[in-house]
């Protein structure tokens, strides 16, 4: 396993989020309605003959809406002089956060599969400071009115083999990565080398590839629902490179076609990534957890 990590390029100006905000505080109202009530229908819609549980492609379209607790520490190299940040209690963050997902499976023969998800969480916040916090070789005294935002954009990928597979349970295993991307700044009245100046900006932009081994099992209790739950684990040191990933994953689907289904899930995830590099010292912890509603279609 290997992180890269690369500084951001000097910035004159706060960077802007690279996603649009889709106001889904509100959807989650409007559609959570219609999936209990369609789960509520799906008996009489979806026959037992009719239900394809182990289709070739399938592909899931959700919403996501997770409450965030974030940590990051960045200093100068082989020191610690960077503050520990919450980013929810010292930078002013709103803990929800709101994300369209996607995910995309194929079976490759009876056994193997490869199935694959993308999405991304993004804040900011613009605050005065109650108290000063030090980036790497920057420090933003009490005060300083300060602009920061936090991004991260997660890929997943996983190759797996089933181990158990009958029409009421099925287990597998599987290795795949979690490629995440965090990108980290914060600009603002700041003092560095005893110079004070506006518009200073520190940050970073890092790429974490984490490997993980996953285990999934799916239990049907009855033909047109589906329980199914997931976990991924890492734990790796490398040389300079250390990274620890729990992510756990609980879902129900209820089927109303043979090839299309609605469901819910709670996905929890914990990373903690740290980088000992050339030009800094970066620690990030962020955890993540909450519903997601989705909807399910079969090939």
């Not at 029409?167 to 290795?175: C, E, G, R, T, Y």
Request: charged fraction near 25%; hydrophobic fraction near 40%.
């Amino acid at each position: 396993m290997s992180f890269f990590a690369k500084p951001n390029p000097n910035l004159s100006r706060a960077r802007t989020l690279s996603y649009p905000k889709f106001g889904l505080t509100n959807l989650k109202i409007g559609l959570a309605g219609p999936l209990i009530l369609a789960g509520l229908c799906a008996p009489g819609t979806a026959h037992a003959n009719e239900v394809d549980w182990d289709p070739r492609f399938w592909v899931e379209a959700g919403i996501y809406l997770p409450d965030a607790d974030t940590q990051i520490q960045l200093s100068q190299p082989d020191s610690d002089n960077g503050t520990v940040l919450s980013l929810e209690d010292d930078l002013g963050f709103k803990t929800g956060v709101e994300s369209f997902d996607l995910t995309l499976g194929a079976k490759l023969d009876d056994d193997f599969f490869i199935e694959g998800s993308i999405f991304a969480l993004d804040r900011s916040s613009t605050l005065t400071l109650s108290e000063a916090i030090e980036v790497e070789d920057v420090v933003y005294d009490v005060g300083a009115r300060i602009d920061a935002d936090f991004s991260s954009e997660i890929f997943r990928i996983t190759l797996g083999y089933r181990i158990i597979a009958n029409p009421k349970f099925d287990a597998s295993v599987a290795l795949g990565v979690h490629l995440t991307r965090f990108d980290f700044g914060v600009i603002g009245e700041a003092s560095a080398n005893g110079q004070t100046a506006n518009g200073e900006q520190r940050g970073q932009d890092l790429l974490a590839p984490l490997p993980t081994l996953t285990g999934q099992i799916k239990y049907r209790p009855i033909p047109w629902l589906e329980l199914r739950g997931r976990a991924d684990y890492l734990d790796l040191t490398i040389d300079q490179y250390d990274g620890k990933l729990v992510n756990l994953e609980a879902s129900a689907t209820a089927a109303i076609t043979r090839n299309i289904a609605l469901g819910a899930a709670y996905r929890f995830t914990d990373y903690k990534v740290g980088i000992d590099a050339d030009s800094y010292d970066g620690n990030i912890e962020y955890k993540f957890d909450g519903p997601r509603l989705f909807v399910r279609i079969v090939i």
